[in-house]
């Protein structure tokens, strides 16, 4: 089988690479489609997945109603050479749109209920892969799992962090450090979205690096005081930083829940609620603010937690009972596909075979 997997944010490389690992030793075939915009081509070569790039992502309106047919171009003629079997990704309008050109199956991922994006994707797709926890109803074609994308890579079946990332770190392993992140806002789901404010940036900053060594993950440019904390290590090592840290507060949903999963105390700071993030907040893992009032009380009172390594694992592993693993059920489901699609129809509770 060929399979056609398009990338559109650094995480989506994570939550496919083990299922492309497994079925490539089965005898499946993979390309990788993506658009540069973080660190999506870096992690690609470190995993040695094979990929194309399409160029540079737009990021005005008018550039993204452009690359709408630029992207589907390129789309188009990697596919009529490459002949994938199956199309899949986390929600690519792109990917959706051409397979249903070509006449082959689409299975999406989504775990944030943007309907924008939805809109231009579902009806081209065949399967919407969804956590429970999303309120969104997307129909007869959403199947919803036990679990969150940041398990498909963050499962301890596949995850083992390893102490040499204190070299990457270049500080010594009995030294707490913090992990802080801040996004671009310039994603079509951010429009009218925020989280710290300038000032409220300065105080975390402030804050952290009296108390922690700090370091900074950004997609936007950050300010020049700001410039020496910057996270200096490969893209691929950023999980093993994210587990050792003594706490990850930012902006993003993505790392808030990777630092979840891993038993690291999280806090996410954003307008824009997720689902995931909420689910975890059930289990003391995640926290979540829609601004960043009252964030650096919560810092401060995590840290009076005595055992905090400890109880956050107990926490983790809480979490892991209760999920399934989606690599085994993606596998299971693609090559049985139609078939596991009937199966989870009638009875979707088959999934937890798969923990």
Known sequence: MKIL???GHPAHVHVFKHFAFEMQKKGHEFIFTCREKEFEIELLKAYNLKYISFGKKYKSISGKILGLLVFNFKMLITALKFKPDVFMSVGSMYAAQVSSLLGKPHFAFEDTGNMEQIRLYLPF?????????????LGKKQIRYHAYHELAYLNPKYFMPNKSIYKYLNINEDRKFAILRFVSWDATHDVGQGGFTANQKDEIVTYLSSKYQLFISSEADVPENYEKYLFKIPPDKIHHAMAYAD??????????????????PSIYVNSLRRCYNEDQEKYGLVFNFQSGEGVLDKIKELEKIKNK????????????????????????????????????KQNPEYQNKFK
């Open 309 to 344: 390594k400890k109880i956050f694992q107990e926490r983790k592993e809480k979490l892991l009972k209760e999920k399934i693993d989606i690599t085994l059920f993606l596998i299971w489901f693609i090559e049985n596909y139609p078939e596991s699609r009937k199966i989870m």
């Open 5 to 7: 997997i398009d990338i």
């Open 247 to 264: 706490i990850v507060i930012g902006e993003g949903a993505t790392m808030a829940s990777e630092a979840g999963v891993l038993g690291t």
């Open 125 to 137: 797709t065949q399967v919407v892969f969804s956590p429970y926890e999303i309120p969104e109803d």
